[in-house]
């Protein structure tokens, strides 16, 4: 639907940095008196509610949010490494072409994703909501919707996590969950998102199916 709006998570779901975000956990993890994460239980964490991952993890609800903290702090110091999703420039070459509005909501700075951008040739992206917590996206969602002058139907956000689906619902935007960042597929589809896209190449061909009309 030209004109529609999509609105991109950036880091897991743009921005491969499942690797460094791990890397960056296990290097604040001491000092925080928590365990570091060994490679072999990443698939088993990433099949897991983010409840359900805390709990494994022995991470308690008030050190969270210096987790949070830390853990950005730590991969922004890295961020020259990352490299976008294999399949994802062409995929949002492929929606631009396609007449729509595209937009990223995230927690990492502007100054990373405008730089991102850039050096990947990437720059696609007219709005660009930076420093969100993954508690505020709804509120930058809904803002969004405003600016544009849009209803939630023809807007999707796209997410690698449920609360990025959460975010969707209660933004009263269609939901649609990628797989290849930091959730896999189960906690994903447990959220009931409009769609699971497994593979950059099947996300045009999703968007255009749900703002079709």
């Known amino acids: 639907m030209e004109g529609a709006l999509v609105i991109f998570d950036f880091d897991g779901t743009i ?9 960056a956990y296990n290097r604040v993890a001491p000092r925080l008196r928590l365990c570091p994460i060994v490679e072999g239980e990443v698939p088993e964490l990433r099949r897991m509610t983010i409840g359900q991952l805390m709990t494994a993890l022995g991470i308690p609800m008030w ?11 730590d991969l922004m110091e890295h961020f020259q490494t990352v490299r976008p999703i294999r ?3 062409r995929a949002l070459r492929e929606l631009r072409a396609a007449g729509y509005r595209l937009a990223i909501v995230t ?6 994703v405008r730089g991102f951008l850039a050096r990947h040739d990437l720059d696609v992206f007219p709005t660009i909501v930076a420093g969100t917590s993954i508690f505020g996206k709804a509120t930058r969602l809904r803002r969004l919707l405003r600016a544009a002058r849009l209803d939630g139907t023809r807007c999707a956000f796209i997410g690698d996590t449920a609360p990025d689906i959460r975010a969707a619902r209660e933004a009263g935007t ?5 797989t290849w960042g930091f959730a896999a597929h189960p906690p994903l589809a447990a959220e009931k998102p409009d769609a699971v896209v497994d593979h950059p190449a099947d996300l045009a061909p999703t968007i255009a ?5």
């Open 87 to 89: 399949g994802m420039p």
């Open 15 to 23: 921005a491969d940095s499942f690797g460094e975000s791990l890397l």
């Open 107 to 112: 927690g990492n700075s502007k100054a990373n």
């Open 174 to 178: 269609l939901a649609v969950g990628v």
């Open 63 to 73: 050190k969270l949010p210096r987790l949070m903290i830390a853990v950005r702090a």
């Open 209 to 213: 199916r749900l703002l079709a009309g």
